[in-house]
């Protein structure tokens, strides 16, 4: 096993994902309306067994154009 840092593939990032409980914190929410909001489709999450994740940037990016579509 090498102590190098990880390499990623051309063109990708790393990114942090969140717990619905750390995304309901930061938006001040209950948890319950952040699955209920990626379940229908109006934020993006990946589903890890039962539990979903969160990109911070894309649900902020997705709330931003949600916002923009209704006015």
Do not use: W, Y
């Not at 409980?21 to 938006?27: G, I, T």
């Not at 489709?41 to 979903?52: M, N, S, T």
């Not at 911070?56 to 997705?62: G, I, Q």
Request: with cysteine; net charge positive; hydrophobic share 40%.
């Amino acid at each position: 096993m090498s102590n190098e840092p990880e390499q990623l593939p051309p063109g990708m990032t790393k990114r942090k994902f969140v717990t619905t409980a750390e995304l309901a914190e930061a938006l001040d929410c209950d948890p319950r309306t952040i699955i209920k909001a990626a379940k229908g489709g109006k934020i993006p999450a990946l589903r890890v067994d039962r539990e979903f994740r969160f990109d911070p940037a894309a649900v902020r990016l997705a709330l931003s154009n949600n916002a923009k579509a209704k006015h």
